[in-house]
C-alpha cells in the first residue's frame, strides 16, 4: 500500500541525469500525484553558469515562468511542495505558494552542500523539513541528515553483468576532477582497463577553464567529452566495472549519488572524501579512499572481489528507503 495515496506533490528539482524522473516514478508508486517544475528552468550551458554565479540575473524569470506553470496546472491544493536544491526559488515566491497552498508541508533536500548555493540560506525559514546530504551542513546550520540514495536500475542483481573495465569514471569535469583522474590513470599497470569520460557543457567550457583553472593548463580538447553520455551507456559503463571511482568536489563534506550507485550494484568505490569512512556500510573491502592530490590505489583491492551488503544496508539507501525518511513514513 502506498504511503502518499491521493496525495498531491509539487515537485521542484534539477533535470540532472534523469534522477528527477526516477523520483518522480517513486511517488507515484507511492501513490502520489505529481507536478514537476525544474529548480534551473533555463538549462542551457550559459543558463546553467548564470543560475550558478548570477541567480539574482535568473530568479525573476524563473519566478515568472513558474507562476505561468502553476497557473496552466489549474491545482487548487498540494499536500506537499517538496524542493531538491532550491535556488531558483526566492523567498517571495515561497511566501506566495504558502498564500497559494496553506495547508501544503514545504520540505527541502539539498544535495548539494550550502557553500555552493549560499543563496538558499534566506529561504530555510520558509520550509518546514529541511534536509542535507552534507552531514558538516547538518550540523553547522541545524538541518536534518539525510544521506542519497540508488536508483531501482542500480538495485542488486542475481545475475551481474560481466566485467569490461577494471575501473571507470564518468562525470562533469569540475573543480581538479582532470587532474586527480590524468594523475591516476598516469600510476596505474597498463593491463588496467579504463574507461574516463570526462563532461564540460561546451568547448567554449574548456578554453575559459584552460585560462582561469592552473590543473588544466596542459588539458587538451581531446581529453573532454562535450556531450552527456546517454543514461543507457552511462548505465552500461558503471554496470560493466568492477571499481567505480568518485571524486568529490572538493568544498562538500556528503557522499556523491555515486556512491550509493555503486553500493546498490555490488560495485567496488574509489573515492576522494575521507567522510566514507564514518558511514555504517563503509568497510576497506570495497571502498578505498584516495589522496585527490596524489591519487593512488593499490592493485590488490582492484584485484579483489566485492563484499556483499545486508538488506538492510540496501534498502537504507534506495531510493524508497530515502523517500521514506523524507517524507516521515
Known sequence: MGFLVGKRVLFFAPPIFGYHLEIVSELEKLGALVD??????????MGKALTRFFPFLVTPAATSLYKRLLSRLGVSRYDYIFVINGQTLTPSFLQFMRQCFPAARFILYMWD???????????????????????????KYGLRFRALFY????????????????????????????S??????????????????????????????????????????????FT????????????????VLDIAHPRQAGLTMRTFEALGSGKKLVTTNPLVRDYDFFSEANV???????????????????????????????????????FDF
Open 151 to 178: 536508483g531501482s536500475g542500480f538495485a542488486p542483481s542475481d545475475r551481474p553483468p560481466s566485467i569490461k573495465y577494471h575501473i571507470s569514471f564518468v562525470g562533469t569535469a569540475h573543480s581538479d576532477r582532470f
Open 180 to 225: 586527480v583522474v590524468n594523475n591516476l590513470n598516469s600510476c596505474l599497470p597498463s593491463n588496467i582497463l579504463c574507461f574516463w569520460y570526462l563532461y564540460l557543457q561546451a568547448p567554449w567550457v574548456f578554453q575559459a577553464y584552460r585560462l582561469s583553472k592552473w590543473n588544466m593548463r596542459h588539458a587538451k580538447r581531446s581529453d573532454f567529452q
Open 228 to 243: 552527456p553520455l546517454a543514461k543507457d551507456l552511462l548505465h552500461s559503463v558503471f554496470l560493466h566495472s568492477k571499481v
Open 288 to 326: 578505498f579512499v584516495i589522496d585527490r592530490k596524489r591519487p593512488f590505489i593499490d592493485h590488490t583491492f582492484l584485484e579483489s572481489s566485492f563484499s556483499p551488503f545486508s538488506q538492510e544496508i540496501l534498502l537504507r539507501y534506495s531510493i524508497s528507503g530515502w523517500l521514506a525518511d523524507i
Open 113 to 139: 552542500s550550502v557553500t555552493n548555493r549560499p543563496t538558499v540560506k534566506k529561504c530555510f525559514r520558509l520550509y518546514d523539513s529541511i534536509f542535507t546530504f552534507d552531514s558538516l551542513d547538518a550540523i
Open 36 to 45: 514537476w517544475m525544474p529548480d534551473r528552468p533555463f538549462d542551457s550551458s
